[in-house]
């Protein structure tokens, strides 16, 4: 993408343009197809000419089509104040994100697994937006876990709720999505019991 030719002249239409091919692109993810460049420019009636000034190759496409969620927390007003009960909303939430989000999800994590891909360490899907909210529902047991443990515990249950676990149940284990979100949520309210009843049982010894 050339920032420059983006920020120089007609702004405003310049950012119509653009979101007009990432949601042409949006719209061929979710039909089953990933387009390229071209194939996208079509699909939103661009000139390909003019596509390729927004976009140099399919991959800045793809990246681009990353959904772009401005929200520090997945906790509903007013928070719940238990652990367990925070855990669920955010588990639910992310899940349901996941599911709305699925093809452009999943192309994200095409790109991260790309081994040829330069930029991997830059792609949005490992920005640690996941995190966050895990840490913010979480964050009742900083003080009653220890910090390395806490931080053990937003890691597994990062790895639980989020797009690569619903392709590893979709895909390879053969559930249905809502049979895959089900597994997802009760795997994370599973770590965080699990993790409960460790620090219990440290404390009892003491």
């Known amino acids: 993408m050339s920032i420059s030719y983006e920020r120089t002249g007609r702004t405003h239409q310049k950012a119509r ?13 979710a039909q089953g197809t990933t387009p390229t460049v071209e194939q996208a420019a079509a699909a939103a009636s661009i000139s390909r000419a003019t596509a390729y000034r927004y976009f140099p190759n399919q991959r800045a496409l793809l990246a681009a089509t990353y959904p772009v969620i401005d929200l520090r927390s997945l906790l509903p007003t007013p928070a719940p104040p238990d652990p367990a009960a925070r855990l669920a909303a955010v588990a639910d939430a ?37 995190i966050t909210w895990i840490e913010d529902a979480l964050a009742p047991l900083r003080g009653q876990l220890p910090d390395r443990e806490l931080r053990r515990l937003v890691h597994a249950i990062g790895a639980v709720v989020g797009i690569e676990a619903l392709v590893w149940l979709t895909d390879i284990a053969g559930l249905s999505r809502q049979q895959a979100v089900e597994v ?3 795997s994370a309210e599973t770590l965080l019991r699990a993790a409960l009843a460790d620090a219990d049982a440290v404390a009892a010894q003491r």
């Open 94 to 130: 992310q899940t349901q994100l996941v599911l709305e989000q699925e093809p452009e999800l999943r192309t994200q994590l095409r790109l991260a697994l790309d081994p040829d891909g330069a930029d991997r360490g830059q792609l949005p899907l490992r920005r640690g937006r996941r």
């Open 184 to 186: 997802m949520r009760w």
């Open 17 to 29: 343009t653009r979101d007009a091919l990432i949601a042409a692109t949006r719209r061929l993810l």
